[in-house]
């Protein structure tokens, strides 16, 4: 079992870059959540996917950020542009989906943008 | 990894100590709950569940009490060892829905 995959560990741009963090979910699970950690705000749900549908994108921050899930092995979250606030560990969780479905998930990509 | 400790409560143990970390949430409709372990440079790893038809559940030394009636939830990890020096999050879920919502975690600090 390999687990939830996300690349790149690190990525460290310049404010106006844009950004694409990936994702590969673990094999046979349905749903796809990508969250965001600051020391501030703790563990925030960005977007989560059903089958590769989004169903709930009420904590994306604002237009600058999307994501996409084209199938069922991978996701994407962009940042266009990016801004020195958006500097925070994004981590990647997939689940069997459903109400008491444990999310399992990667270890992260940390983003610095200075 | 980043360090999320500057800002969280901390329980520092001794090895060998029993540790108990607690968590209250506050949505009455949670039924399901989870409690998550982070070390540095990692994502949370699930550690053990317990649904709200439960009071208590019990892992391989650990152990998980639901308290409804006052809404707490606690995890107690029995003779304590350096390697469960982590961050420890509850989180909860609501019936009918498929995401989770965390707590802001506990540093648990475990000294040989």
């Known amino acids: 079992d390999a687990g939830v995959i996300q690349s790149p560990r690190h990525e460290v741009t310049e404010m106006g870059q844009e950004v694409t963090l990936r994702c590969k979910p673990i094999?046979?699970?349905?749903?796809l959540f990508w969250y965001r950690q600051t020391m501030m705000r703790g563990l925030e749900l960005l977007i989560y996917?059903?089958?590769?549908?989004?169903?709930?994108d009420s904590g994306m921050p604002e237009d600058r950020f999307s994501a996409k899930m084209p199938n069922a092995s991978f996701s994407t979250l962009k940042i266009q542009p990016s801004e020195p606030r958006d500097s925070a560990v994004y981590f990647c969780?997939?689940?069997?989906?459903?109400?008491?479905?444990?999310?399992?998930f990667g270890n992260g990509t940390r983003l610095t943008v200075t | 990894g980043e360090s999320v400790g500057l800002h969280l409560p901390t329980l520092s143990v001794q090895e060998g100590d029993n540790s108990i970390i607690n968590c209250a949430y506050s949505?009455?409709?949670?039924?399901?709950f989870i409690w998550y372990k982070q070390e540095s440079g990692k994502g949370p790893q699930f550690i053990i569940d317990?649904?709200?038809?439960?009071d208590k559940r019990q892992g391989q030394r650990v152990t998980v009490l639901l308290n409804k009636t006052v809404k707490h939830l606690s995890l107690q990890i029995a003779a304590t060892q350096p390697g469960d020096s982590a961050v420890y999050f509850c989180?909860?879920?609501?019936?009918?829905?498929?995401?989770?919502?965390f707590g802001k975690g506990t540093m648990l600090l475990v000294s040989p």
């Open positions: 996917f059903n089958n590769n549908v989004p169903i709930d």
């Open positions: 317990i649904r709200s038809n439960m």
């Open positions: 949505n009455s409709a949670s039924d399901y």
């Open positions: 969780a997939s689940s069997l989906g459903g109400y008491g479905s444990p999310l399992h």
């Open positions: 989180a909860e879920n609501v019936s009918g829905y498929s995401t989770l919502t």
């Open positions: 094999s046979g699970h349905n749903s």
